[in-house]
């Protein structure tokens, strides 16, 4: 069979006219190899819904899924009306938030780094939707969407940004750092939060833990020496380690195929087994997550790498226009065509999951929430001088002294 690229290479004049979905190659797969799609609403009804809490079976692209060394995902999924519903609901509100920082920022409320993650909405809400509570995730800076999906709040994301008391770091971590118990933050260190996920996975081991951990960073962090170290511990002790390659095709503003030999990131894991997924269905992502983690926990396979294949629409942070290394024509024809949101939308029509007035209530709800998280979040206060002395020692550890630039500005704790 002749060689299918992953995305369509297009001439100039098809550039010019969008007519195609895909964007250009950016992956090279051996000769033979077929590539994953990307489309958002390839998925296929197979069983009419019935009750909102009734599952009911749906038939994902053949497509949706690539893999080394390791057996396909089922393509047939189990969903329920309340579920899909859902999960429209949280990409919904996820994009609502993104969209509101990136108006503060540019208000100039919220300064220093700011990574959004506007169009990789699947990703977050599919791995919420196929993992378990006492998981771990662990990413990189595009991390806000996690942080609430993971048990945080929306104005704890939004105050946390503008530096206030309110923010889920108290204002002093800023849009990189942001934790809950099951998750282990935003990380401004290019890669370095893979290892730590490994060391998180080998606790749960350690432990007797039923569940595993996430670490996730981008095509950007793919070439980082701590990344294949990581691979390696990770299989020599079969820990329950799911490496997330958020591919979204750029790392900053370098094309992938740029910067890496290997842009089929899945298969990057030697001994690791791999699968792709079309990271702008959900449903796919869903399903992946769901394997991924039967993988490492129930079938106790050790490590996979798991390599989501998304976009985003923005730059790589707010500092990035993002317009300079790719077309506007390239980013329009994502939206238009291959919109996460969107694709879920023709679901949920086309199945009478929803109705079209229904998913817009859900759309102004979304935005509402959103607001009223904001307006709550600025009036939090900023946090006081004497928050400089707390944090930096766990609670019950603190040093007798704690040292400042010069010996007055030192803090004595006891």
């Known amino acids: 069979m002749a060689h299918q690229p992953p995305f369509s290479v297009r001439s100039r004049?098809?550039?010019?006219?969008?007519?195609?979905?895909?964007?250009?190659?950016?992956?090279?797969?051996?000769?033979?190899?077929?590539?994953?799609?990307?489309?958002?609403?390839?998925?296929?009804?197979?069983?009419?819904?019935?009750?909102?809490?009734?599952?009911?079976?749906?038939?994902?692209?053949?497509?949706?899924?690539?893999?080394?060394?390791?057996?396909?995902?089922?393509?047939?999924?189990q969903v329920t009306k309340s579920e899909l519903l859902e999960m429209y609901q949280q990409m919904t509100t996820m994009r609502r938030m993104e969209m509101a920082a990136d108006a503060l920022y540019k208000a100039k409320m919220i300064r220093g780094f700011c990574h959004l993650a506007i169009g990789q909405e699947a990703v977050s809400v599919g791995m919420e939707h196929g993992i378990e509570k006492d998981d771990r995730v662990i990413t990189g800076y595009r991390c806000h969407p996690f942080a609430v999906l993971r048990g945080g709040s929306i104005k704890g994301v939004i105050a946390e940004l503008l530096g206030r008391k309110g923010g889920m770091s108290q204002g002093k971590g800023g849009s990189m750092h942001i934790f809950t118990p099951s998750f282990f933050g935003g990380n401004g260190i290019v890669g370095a939060q893979v290892p730590v996920g490994a060391g998180a996975a080998f606790a749960q081991q350690y432990k007797g833990e039923k569940n595993c951990t996430f670490a996730m960073y981008g095509d950007g962090a793919s070439n980082q020496g701590q990344?294949?170290?990581?691979?390696?511990?990770?299989?020599?002790?079969?820990?329950?380690?799911?490496?997330?390659?958020?591919?979204?095709?750029?790392?900053?503003?370098?094309?992938?195929?740029?910067?890496?030999?290997?842009?089929?990131?899945?298969?990057?894991?030697?001994?690791?087994?791999?699968?792709?997924?079309?990271?702008?269905?959900?449903?796919?992502?869903?399903?992946?997550?769901?394997?991924?983690?039967?993988?490492?926990?129930?079938?106790?396979?050790?490590?996979?790498?798991?390599?989501?294949?998304?976009?985003?629409?923005?730059?790589?942070?707010?500092?990035d226009p993002g317009t300079t290394y790719r077309t506007r024509e390239e980013v329009q024809r994502m939206r238009s065509t291959q919109d996460p949101i969107r694709g879920l939308q023709r679901y949920l029509e086309e199945w009478g999951v929803a109705t079209e007035q229904e998913l817009k209530a859900i759309d102004k709800e979304a935005k509402a929430t959103v607001d009223a998280a904001v307006a709550e979040a600025k009036e939090s206060p900023e946090p006081p001088v004497e928050d400089l002395w707390k944090d930096v020692y766990f609670k019950g550890t603190e040093p007798q002294f704690l040292r400042g630039r010069e010996r007055e500005e030192g803090k004595r704790f006891y």
């Open 227 to 319: 990344v294949f170290e990581a691979y390696n511990m990770a299989k020599l002790w079969n820990l329950p380690t799911i490496f997330v390659c958020e591919n979204n095709k750029y790392g900053m503003g370098t094309p992938a195929e740029r910067s890496s030999s290997n842009t089929a990131y899945f298969t990057r894991g030697d001994k690791i087994p791999g699968l792709q997924v079309n990271g702008m269905d959900i449903i796919a992502a869903k399903q992946a997550v769901a394997y991924a983690r039967k993988w490492a926990v129930d079938d106790q396979n050790g490590p996979l790498v798991l390599e989501f294949v998304t976009y985003r629409y923005g730059g790589h942070s707010m500092s």
């Open 13 to 77: 004049t098809e550039e010019e006219n969008g007519s195609l979905a895909c964007v250009r190659l950016l992956r090279r797969l051996p000769l033979g190899a077929r590539g994953v799609q990307t489309t958002a609403d390839t998925t296929q009804l197979h069983q009419a819904p019935s009750d909102a809490s009734e599952p009911f079976t749906l038939k994902l692209h053949e497509d949706s899924f690539q893999t080394y060394n390791c057996p396909k995902p089922d393509l047939e999924v």
